[in-house]
């Protein structure tokens, strides 16, 4: 994230953070918090309608 801005490259970051949980959704780390805002920020902008699922097919 850059000022508050999601950037495309926190799609990398996410897919770390999805590596790290178990088959029964276990953590094998504690998160940091760079990934804990950044999860914050994605549902904050969910809630809000800034984010929205796109079908790019």
């Given at each position: 994230?850059?000022?508050?801005?999601?950037e495309t490259r926190d799609g990398d970051l996410l897919l770390g953070i999805h590596k790290?949980?178990?088959?029964?959704?276990?953590?094998?780390?504690?998160?940091?918090?760079?990934?804990?805002?950044?999860?914050?920020?994605?549902?904050?902008?969910?809630?809000?309608?800034?984010?929205?699922?796109?079908?790019?097919?």
């Amino acid at each position: 994230m850059k000022n508050g801005m999601i950037e495309t490259r926190d799609g990398d970051l996410l897919l770390g953070i999805h590596k790290e949980f178990d088959l029964y959704g276990n953590q094998k780390r504690p998160i940091t918090t760079e990934e804990q805002v950044l999860l914050f920020a994605i549902g904050k902008g969910i809630q809000e309608g800034k984010i929205v699922s796109v079908n790019r097919g």
